[in-house]
C-alpha cells in the first residue's frame, strides 16, 4: 500500500510540474513531503504543522528552480 501511495505522489507531483517522474525537483519535493509526515506521525511536529512545512518549502523550492526571463 505504501509504494502505491508513494507511486500516486510522485505521479501527480510530476504531472503537476509537467516533469517525468525520475526529475530531480520531484524527488526533492517527494522528500520534503515524506519527511514532515514521517516527522508528523513520530509526534514531532503537528500534522498542521507539517501542512506550513511543507508548503513553505515547496515554494522556496519552487521560487529557486523558476526560470529567469
Not at 505504501?2 to 505522489?9: T, V
Not at 516527522?39 to 511543507?54: P, Q
Request: overall charge negative; charged content about 30%; aromatic content about 2%.
Amino acid at each position: 500500500m505504501r509504494l502505491q501511495i508513494g507511486k500516486e505522489l510522485r505521479r501527480r507531483l510530476a504531472d503537476a510540474l509537467e516533469l517525468g517522474v525520475a526529475d530531480p525537483l520531484v524527488d526533492l519535493l517527494d522528500l520534503v513531503y515524506t519527511g514532515a509526515i514521517m516527522r508528523a506521525g513520530s509526534g514531532h511536529i503537528t500534522y498542521d504543522d507539517a501542512v506550513t512545512l511543507v508548503e513553505d518549502a515547496a515554494r522556496r523550492i519552487l521560487d529557486s528552480h523558476r526560470p529567469t526571463p
